[in-house]
Each structure stands twice: as structure tokens, then as C-alpha cells.
């Protein structure tokens, strides 16, 4: 499963653009931020989902995995994926992780009603350490897998400083569930609203206005708008098109003629 939203403003911009006239550099690590903390917990959901999904399978090779109870189908149940202290420990995903995720389940990650919790203990993924109150709720309803992760006080410290984030996201599976071989027809949305504050001091709340639709073949984003509104800037909105894999998006600045394509 790949949940992460990468967005990556970047290019040229002339200077007749509303954006420079705001501090075009500082808009864009802005917008950075928040997607350094989006695929920060993305990557924390995507763990603790295939931590019980497939723990016979795990795939973490210099990581340490502990089940409690052991018995399966014995829940609560708490699952310790421990990749030490070194920091030399690279997942199969290319990532260099250490520290610790406890994780606790109430029952099965596919099971309408369950739920998880996640503790970090010096958790750090690359240059980056993730804090904060992670929980997770599954509902299934007319046959559609969904999970609304709920962070409070969530904090992503890179070598430049700390992201605060606050959010809740829904991720619902809606299509590819009866064809679980086969993972390149699953498409997912995403919906929710987060907040918190830059590497800066800016403060930003962010909306997904249209739902993200995330296709597993593009491994990429390839529908739907996200607005951005930071205080310190106008707001901005990105929309990711029209459901073609182009790696594509287009930033633009609502009630301005300023837009400009971007790469994904």
C-alpha cells in the first residue's frame, strides 16, 4: 500500500508573479513543510498497517519485530518493530529508519471497527524524527475499506527545525479489494483537513476540497485540490488534474491569474 502524498513545488517564476511579490522561496518551504510532515505519517500508517497485515512476510531485515500476545487472533494485540539505535538500518524502501513503533491493535486492520495506536520511541525515518498521539480507526461500509488517522500534537524535527501538525485524514480503498493479487488496480481517496505551524513560524491549515484520488499503477496522486492557507501568505490551492498519470499538478493562487504547472 502506498499512502504518501508527495507534492514538490519547484521552477522559475517571473517576476511579475503574485507569488515572488509574497517571497517566493518562502512560499514554497512552506508548502514543503507540510508535506514533510504529510509523508511523515503517511509512512507511519503504511507500517503499522503491514506490521499486522503481513507479519509472517515482514519485510525489515536489520529491524526487530515483537508480537504480544503471540496467539493468533488474540487481540488487544501489540506489535514492536525495534530498528535500533545505530542508524545505519535501511528498509527495503530505501529509507534509513531507527528507533522504536509500538504499535497496539484492538483486532485486524481489515476488520470493521478495529482500531490502533501508535507510541514513538526515538522513531526517526532519513534525518527526520516523528512525535505526536497517533491513533487509527477501520470501518468497512458497501464494501469500502476505509482508515481515519487522527494525529494530535504531532511533530516532525528535521536538522532545520520542527513542523508542528495536527490532522485527520481518510483513507478509503475503493477500488481493487476483490482482486488482492493484484495490486496495481487499487485506487484510493483521501479526504481531511490538518494544521500546525513551518519550520518558519508560519501558521497553515490545510483542506482537501476535492478528494485525492491515488492510483497504485501511477504511485502517484492523479485527482483532486488541496487548498493551503497560510496567514502569512495568499492562499494557495493545488490541483492534481483530471485522472491522467502525467506527474503532474498545477499551484495556483485563487482571485490571481498567477498558475504554474509543478512536478510531482
Known amino acids: ?56 512476510n515482514w519485510q525489515e531485515p536489520c529491524a526487530t519485530l515483537s508480537i504480544v500476545p ?35 491493535y484492538t483486532g485486524r486492520v481489515w476488520i470493521h471497527g478495529s482500531s490502533m495506536t501508535v507510541e514513538f520511541q526515538g522513531y526517526k525515518v532519513d534525518s527526520i524524527q516523528v512525535n505526536g498521539t497517533y491513533a487509527a480507526n477501520i470501518s468497512i461500509q458497501n464494501n469500502v475499506w476505509s482508515c481515519t488517522q487522527t494525529i494530535v500534537n504531532g511533530e516532525v524535527t528535521t536538522p532545520s527545525g520542527t513542523i508542528d501538525y495536527d490532522a485527520v485524514r481518510t483513507i478509503s480503498w475503493i477500488a481493487g479489494m476483490n482482486t488482492l493479487l493484484n495490486s496495481e488496480d487499487d485506487e484510493y481517496s483521501i479526504s481531511g483537513t490538518a494544521h500546525g505551524t513551518t519550520l518558519n513560524g ?15 499503477s501511477c504511485k502517484e496522486i492523479v485527482s483532486g485540490v488541496i487548498q493551503y492557507a497560510i496567514p502569512a501568505f495568499l492562499p494557495a490551492e493545488i490541483d492534481f488534474g483530471n485522472g491522467a498519470c502525467d506527474n503532474t499538478a498545477t499551484l495556483s493562487i485563487p482571485g490571481t491569474p498567477f498558475s504554474q504547472e509543478i512536478t510531482l
Open 1 to 56: 500500500m502506498v499512502f504518501s502524498t508527495i507534492i514538490f513545488v519547484s521552477g522559475c517564476k517571473s517576476d511579475d508573479d503574485p507569488a515572488v511579490a509574497q517571497g517566493t522561496d518562502n512560499y514554497g518551504k512552506a508548502l514543503d513543510d507540510v508535506d514533510i510532515a504529510e509523508t511523515a505519517f503517511s509512512d507511519v500508517l503504511n507500517m503499522s498497517l503491514d506490521a499486522e497485515s503481513d507479519s509472517k
Open 70 to 104: 503471540i496467539t493468533p487472533g488474540v487481540f488487544p494485540k501489540t506489535i514492536t518493530i525495534d530498528w535500533g539505535n545505530e542508524g545505519t538500518c535501511q528498509s527495503p524502501d530505501g529509507k534509513i529508519r531507527q528507533g522504536v513503533l509500538v504499535i497496539t
Open 202 to 216: 508560519d501558521t497553515y491549515v490545510t483542506t482537501i476540497t476535492d478528494d485525492l484520488l491515488l492510483k497504485a
